[in-house]
Structures are given as structure tokens and as C-alpha cells.
């Protein structure tokens, strides 16, 4: 008898959809007030970093600045104060002789010292407004300087929010700016994911309209506050993006290289034969799994060897019997139901002016997907009406997490309620459980 090959088996690799973002966005604007003279950039033109992106009239600037700058090449105060301390220093000594023999009287000779100790000071206040005069120029050359806006990196203009000849106000927006490489992808990944993402970690993109070949991208970022609502967390990966070939807020499909695989071994058939969907097994049907997974997946001569992928939906369907996952699943009860859902403005002042009917596509305690014609705004607080023939739910309000584009009239959003619902324990024949 041969004995059978036997390789590890790896879960699958995990795959979500997300889209691209600028890895930076900057909206630069005028510190002072003024009137647009020039923008040398066009929209979706490249600008390089410190490249004037906005020029400001400086005509009345300019000026200043030659002002300040005579004000501080002069040093007229200060010889003026000098030449006045020499003289009275000349007197004072005069005076001094003078009064060795007798022919200077005490008040000249106060006065003149005096004298002496004003000059000194009006010595050293010339010499600090030089400084002052110095400085000020420097704040001149500045101001001036800041009438000049500058690209701080390299990027693409992406809106003119202002043209030539507009006069903005201080800290008023002027372009929007885009640093397009590298590109990084944001995605929501369910918690089940923690324990195999990390930063550092590859990640293949694949554009999902077609756009270019994929690309590898890098972990750079994996929250550690997940959203109560979705029980998802945020990862966000950076991809390199040369020549900006790719777009920002495009869809992705990202498939994450697993860092630490786990693997067992098992014997490899010749065809692999892939296990149809079946139903949980009983309590008894679990103990007999757990009593004879170790003869099945080691003993080369066992009749009931299994493949592969059997092997590995066995080890998956004993680590989610454990009373932690039993509790998980319960608290992860999802209906995948098809009922009409009206949807409305979660405020009452505008419940009138918008309303729109979806399809379900599951529904859980914390909350649904649902299929609409027209896009909704994620963060928008909603109401929710259930089709009550189809399913008993109460009025429900929830907020939008996501919406994305599956076709041209076809968007599917995810909402999050404000309050968790109680599922029906008894579904129709076109609704499941899951």
C-alpha cells in the first residue's frame, strides 16, 4: 500500500469590497485678506510641492516692505545718540578739571553728569528700535510672503473654489488639493477579522469596473475601536499609485495574503470533491464528529478518510460550537427577507419632502440591507416603515452606515438602528433565517 500525499490546508483568503481615497486632502486659503491676482493651476492639473498655487495682490505689500527695510538699514539714531554722548561725556570730563582747582561749582558739575546718563540711555533706546526696525522688516518680508499660497506636496488641484479677481477673506478657501500617490483604500471589515489583520500585511486589489491590472497594496492602518452598529472596524491599506492611473473613489476588491496560516494535515484525493451545503448536525451527530475528527483527518488507512475542505469545515463547525460562539450566533441572528420597505427623513419637519420604497435583503436586531432605486446619504438619520402583511416590525429609525452602487438604478444601503428590534421567531416560506 502507497501512502497518500498530504499538503496543509488554508482557509480561504478574505476578500471585501471598498473604495479609494485621496492619501491626502488640503484645501488651501488665504491668510489675509485680498484680491486674487493669479492661479497659475488649472483644475486636475499637477502642481509640485512648493509650487505657487495662488498669488494675492502685493502692490501695497511691497511697499511696506521697502519701508521697513530702509527703516532698518539706517543706523542715523544710533550715531546721532553716540555723537550726543561723546559731547556731554567731553563736558563732564571739562568740568571734572575744573573742579580740581576750584572754578566749577557743584551744580555744573551734577548737571553735566546728568547729562551724561540721559545721553547713555537715549543711546541704548536707538540702538533697540534698530533692532525693532530689523525685525519689523522680517515681519514684512512674511506677511509678504504669505500673499504667495504654496502646494505643500505633490498633488493635483482638484476644485477651484475661487477665480482671478475675487477678493476672498482671511482663511478663505481658494483650491482644493489631492495627493493622489498613493492612494489608500478604506474598508469595513466584520470582527470576525481581527484575528488575521495586522499592519504591515500585503493586500491584492482588483478594480472591480475593469480599470487596469491589480495592484498590491500594505496594511497601514487597523482600528482598534470597532462600530457598535455594524460590528465592524476600519482598516485602511495604501497602494501605490504612479501617474495617478487610478482614480480616486473607485470600487475595489481587496483579498488580504494571510499573515499566520493555520494549517492541518489530511490526505489528498486525487479529484477533490467539495461538500454541498448541509444542515447543522445534531448534539449526538457533534460528539461523533469530535470523537472520530482525529482518525479522519491522520489515519492514512482509515475507510473514512475525508478531502480537504471537508476536513477544514469540520475544524470550523467545532470551533463555533463553543458556548462563546453559540452566544455570538445567537446575538448575530439575521432574517434574509424580501419585503417592501418605505423609507422617509428621520426628522419630523421633513418627513414630507422625501420618501422612497426598497426591498430588504436581511434584517438583523441591530440592523438590515436594503436595495433602493436612488442612493441614500450615509450618516442621515432615517425612518424606516416595514411592509406589516409581510413583516410584523415596528416603525423603526436608523442611521445609514454605507451605500454602494451595484447597477445604474440599483444601490444597496446598510443601516444601523437606534434601538435593537425583536426578530419574529416564525419566518414565511419566502423569508430564512440565517
Known amino acids: 500500500m502507497t501512502a497518500s500525499r498530504r499538503r496543509p490546508i488554508s482557509p480561504p483568503p478574505l476578500v471585501a469590497t471598498g473604495f479609494t481615497e485621496p492619501f491626502r486632502t488640503v484645501t488651501l486659503a488665504a491668510v489675509q485678506t485680498g484680491r486674487i491676482e493669479a492661479l ?11 509650487e505657487v498655487a495662488v498669488q494675492l495682490d502685493d502692490d501695497v505689500q511691497q511697499q511696506r516692505v521697502e519701508i521697513a527695510a530702509a527703516l532698518a538699514c539706517s543706523e542715523l539714531e544710533i550715531e546721532l545718540a553716540q555723537l550726543n554722548l561723546d559731547t556731554v561725556e567731553a563736558e563732564l570730563r571739562r568740568l571734572e578739571e575744573l573742579d580740581d582747582e576750584s572754578f566749577a561749582s557743584t551744580k555744573e558739575l551734577s548737571d553735566a553728569k546728568g547729562a551724561v546718563d540721559v545721553a547713555r540711555v537715549r543711546l541704548a533706546l ?4 534698530h533692532e525693532q526696525a530689523v525685525r519689523e522688516q ?3 518680508q512674511r506677511l509678504l510672503e504669505e500673499l504667495c499660497v504654496r502646494a505643500p506636496f505633490d498633488g493635483y488641484v482638484a476644485e477651484r473654489l475661487r477665480e482671478v479677481g475675487d477678493t476672498v477673506e482671511e482663511r478663505e478657501g481658494v483650491l482644493s488639493l489631492v495627493q493622489l500617490d498613493p492612494l489608500v483604500v478604506a474598508i469595513d471589515c466584520p470582527l470576525e477579522w481581527v484575528p488575521r489583520v495586522c499592519p504591515g500585511q500585503p493586500v491584492t486589489l482588483h478594480p ?3 480599470l487596469g491590472p491589480p ?11 470597532a462600530d457598535p452598529a455594524s460590528q465592524t472596524f476600519k482598516v485602511r491599506i495604501d497602494v501605490p499609485n504612479p501617474n495617478a492611473t487610478w482614480m480616486s473613489g473607485m470600487r475595489v476588491r481587496a483579498v488580504f495574503d494571510r499573515p499566520n496560516h493555520v494549517a492541518v494535515l489530511a490526505d489528498q484525493p486525487d479529484t477533490p470533491v467539495r461538500p454541498t451545503d448541509r444542515p447543522r448536525p445534531s448534539v449526538a451527530g457533534r460528539r461523533r464528529n469530535r470523537e472520530v475528527i482525529s482518525t479522519m483527518l491522520f489515519d492514512d488507512n482509515s475507510p473514512n478518510s475525508i478531502s480537504d475542505d471537508h476536513a477544514f469545515d469540520l475544524l470550523r463547525e467545532l470551533e463555533q460550537n463553543t458556548p462563546d460562539n453559540i452566544r455570538h450566533q445567537r446575538a448575530h441572528f439575521r432574517l434574509e427577507v424580501k419585503t417592501r420597505v418605505t423609507l422617509q427623513p428621520g426628522n419630523a419637519s421633513d418627513l414630507l419632502k422625501f420618501k422612497m420604497q426598497g426591498t430588504s435583503g436581511d434584517i438583523s436586531e441591530g440592523g438590515c440591507r436594503i436595495l433602493f432605486p436612488l442612493p441614500v446619504h450615509v450618516g442621515d438619520i432615517y425612518r424606516l416603515e416595514f411592509d406589516q402583511q ?17 447597477r445604474e438604478d ?3 444601503a446598510g443601516f444601523a438602528f437606534f434601538s435593537p428590534i425583536t426578530l419574529p421567531e416564525h419566518v414565511t416560506s419566502n423569508q430564512g433565517a440565517r
Not at 493651476?41 to 510641492?49: T, V
Open 390 to 406: 409581510q413583516l410584523a416590525l415596528p416603525l423603526t429609525f436608523a442611521r445609514c452606515v454605507r451605500c454602494g452602487q451595484l
Open 215 to 225: 495592484r498590491t497594496g500594505t496594511v497601514r492602518f487597523v482600528s482598534r475601536v
Open 208 to 210: 472591480i469596473d475593469g
Open 138 to 140: 522680517e515681519l514684512q
Open 126 to 129: 536707538a540702538r533697540f528700535e
Open 410 to 412: 440599483a444601490y444597496e
Open 40 to 50: 497659475p493651476i488649472r483644475e486636475g492639473e499637477h502642481i509640485a510641492a512648493r
